[in-house]
């Protein structure tokens, strides 16, 4: 057979990401994680379960209607503290991306200074780390949701 089993002009190069698509997406990202930690916030500090937070009057967005069904079986409000949590740590990343973006380190990965697929920028616009980095990581820390920054 003629055909080699791999050759350099066979790999599909990289296109560049489009920043500017990426910093709008990251921007809205933190707005939205913005109000949802001032709303979780305010629910949080009146002692309210998210329930009476959507009863306010959040103008129904898909997000307040999906937070008002698990505060149902959540009346102690722990739903609302860990949506914050999770909240609070998404907002951290998405600045962090925002400041790699200015910085023109964003795309690579920051352990082994790889560029980040594409696909997984789509996904995940605020990751740190190529697939196989995060790999190891997540392998290593045996809390995979919670160490999305190591
Ligand atoms: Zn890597």
Do not use: K
């Not at 560049?16 to 809205?28: A, F, M, Q």
């Not at 209607?65 to 740590?89: F, K, N």
């Not at 790699?100 to 082994?112: N, P, T």
């Amino acid at each position: 057979m003629t055909y080699p089993t791999f050759f350099p002009g066979s790999r599909r190069p990289q296109q560049p990401v489009d920043l500017t698509v990426v910093r709008e997406i990251l921007e809205e990202q933190r707005d939205f994680r913005v109000e949802q930690l001032s709303e979780l916030r305010q629910s949080l500090a009146t002692g309210g379960s998210v329930a009476a937070l959507t009863a306010s009057g959040t103008s129904g967005s898909p997000v307040s209607m999906s937070v008002a069904d698990s505060a149902d079986a959540d009346p102690h409000g722990q739903v609302a503290a860990l949506l914050a949590q999770a909240a609070d740590a998404a907002l951290a990343e998405i600045e962090a991306a925002l400041t790699r973006l200015d910085s023109g380190s964003y795309g690579r990965c920051e352990s082994c200074a790889s560029p980040i697929a594409n696909e997984r920028l789509e996904i995940l616009p605020y990751a740190r780390h190529c697939v196989s980095c995060q790999r190891q990581s997540q392998l290593g820390a045996g809390h995979p949701a919670g160490r999305i920054s190591v």
